[in-house]
């Protein structure tokens, strides 16, 4: 890889050059809130739906999952929950009622409306790779740890392309500002640098309710403005097995208390966290997840929750976490089966458990987001730019994977299905016959343009003329392509009173301390 980066900078007027059409670095698909049309796969049975329902439903009654928070203990107990210590119990009745409560969708709208996104309704939305500790280019051909510079750029990366409709947590983790005003200070540049959904880390109190307060702010809403609708949202993991940490739930119940999006996603890896089959590990991560949105629900009835998905399994020979693999796209799949059971929208990713943007990186992305597509998943997390099971965040796999999502996007375009008189276009074939072309028919000439999809990063070139134009290779083009782009960029406006409150909040909470670290 050194040596293909050193060959791409002695080319890089030529491939550089290559990459630009017209005025823009790329032409890209507009902005949308793309609808799955495709009917899901479901490989469970209706008894297989009945059997791990029953089994999340066991796990629930009997066995239990411990809060490792007070205050929710406390008020799950008082709904009714069986409560010893930090064990809690449901009956499957009374989660069933609870669950019931739950939006089968809603909106999530950021400081632009133009950007507001839609959770649910056969919607399927892609965001950004989130919170790997570390970073990767060809340029440094290593791993690094990330820094704030590192951030911005993927900010800027996740705002520039259309693809990417909400923005993730820390795109790569800045471990250069300290970690009690770390979400500060990523927060403010998520907000200058971007006009998309933002999230918040739900890591006790003071990171959420800032967040919040900075997305107010930013879009210059009222308290009462801002809790009449999500705004924002937040992601948490459960513990597993069967746990719900301390700060996650303290964030968690933070934002079903004021309305915003709220999503629950067990990290259940089979073999290791969970039951060694991917049935048994669907079925806890169901019990996690259920668990969460009860209590949720319990807060404020009718809180816009989603259930996610991050079921896979482990490498036996190493105890690594796979991804991409058989067992992942078939545990996504009965999620999404169960998810429909249970009314609830989906959140699923795009992973890998690649090192570099190589063909392995490749293949596992896309048979993550082909999963996505075949469960019926309605957000997509880390998207683009994950590698290394989510260790390293890399720019080059962001563009690689950008291209891949607007491929799926223009799958999912119903005017590749059009059977309407033009969409069969019987009169051209009636015009060529058996003996002409479609060249230059009126049908084609109207449709040329826009027919087919346009790559912005594949190379169709045959051999010879891609050795000719200096052999340059997916990642090198990638490489050259977010140079480009960050060159160009320019944020989105924001009202300069708006901004100047913005820095005011985020320089009073920094001078009163910013969060605890010391969980």
Not at 172 to 186: F, G, N, Q, T
Not at 311 to 333: C, H, L, W
Not at 502 to 513: D, I
Request: hydrophobic letters at 40%.
């Amino acid at each position: 890889m050194t040596e293909a980066t050193t060959r791409k900078r002695r080319s890089g007027g030529r491939s550089g050059h290559a990459v630009r059409r017209g005025s823009a670095v790329i032409e890209q698909l507009p902005w949308s809130l793309p609808i799955n049309i495709d009917r899901p796969t479901e490989p469970l049975t209706e008894e297989g739906i009945a059997r791990v329902h029953e089994t999340a439903m066991v796990i629930l009654e009997e066995i239990g999952i411990e809060f490792l928070n007070p205050e929710a203990v406390r008020i799950l107990k008082e709904a009714g929950c069986t409560v010893d210590g930090e064990n809690v119990r449901m009956d499957r009745d009374f989660v069933m009622e609870w669950v019931r409560k739950t939006p089968r969708s809603f909106t999530i709208t950021p400081r632009n409306t133009d950007r507001k996104i839609v959770v649910g309704e056969g919607h399927i939305l892609f965001g950004n790779v989130s919170s790997p500790p570390n970073y990767w280019d060809m340029e440094m051909g290593r791993k690094v740890p990330g820094t704030r510079e590192m951030c911005r750029n993927f900010l800027k990366l996740s705002q520039y392309f259309n693809c990417i409709h909400f923005v993730g947590g820390y795109p790569v983790e800045p471990v250069d500002i300290h970690a009690s005003v770390r979400h500060l200070d990523v927060l403010y540049d998520k907000l200058t640098l971007t006009d998309k959904v933002a999230h918040a880390y739900s890591l006790g109190k003071e990171r959420v309710e800032d967040v919040m307060e900075m997305v107010r702010i930013a879009g210059g809403l009222t308290h009462e403005e801002f809790d009449a609708s999500p705004r924002m949202y937040t992601n948490i993991n459960s513990t597993s097995p069967l746990k719900h940490d301390h700060p996650m739930m303290d964030g968690w119940m933070r934002c079903a208390a004021r309305g915003q999006g709220c999503i629950v996603t067990p990290f259940t890896l089979a073999g290791a966290m969970a039951p060694v089959t991917m049935a048994g590990a669907v079925a806890q991560s169901l019990a996690e997840g259920l668990s969460a949105i009860v209590l949720a629900q319990i807060i404020n009835p009718g809180a816009p929750c989603a259930i996610g998905t991050f079921t896979s399994n482990v490498d036996m020979k190493s105890g690594a976490p796979a991804f991409g693999t058989p067992e992942y796209i078939r545990a996504t799949q009965m999620t999404g089966q169960m998810a429909r059971f249970y009314g609830l929208p989906l959140r699923s990713s795009g992973v890998c458990a690649a090192n570099v943007p190589d063909g392995q990186a490749m293949w596992e992305t896309e048979h993550s987001l082909w999963a996505a597509i075949q469960s019926g998943t309605n957000l997509v997390y880390h998207a683009a730019g994950w590698l290394e099971g989510g260790l390293i965040a890399s720019p080059e796999k962001f563009v690689m994977d950008c291209e891949v999502i607007q491929q799926l996007i223009r799958y999912m375009d119903p005017a590749i299905c059009d059977v309407s008189d033009d969409g069969l276009g019987l009169e051209a074939i009636r015009e060529v016959g058996s003996n002409g072309h479609f060249f230059g028919t009126k049908h084609t000439q109207e449709r040329y343009t826009t027919a087919f999809y346009q790559p912005f990063l594949s190379d169709w070139k045959n051999y010879e003329a891609w050795e000719a134009a200096g052999s340059v290779w997916t990642a090198e083009r990638a490489h050259v392509m977010y140079k480009a782009i960050l060159e160009e960029f320019e944020a989105p406006p924001m009202d300069e009173a708006i901004h100047e409150e913005l820095v005011a909040f985020v320089e009073r909470r920094k001078a009163e301390g910013g969060a605890p670290t010391d969980f």
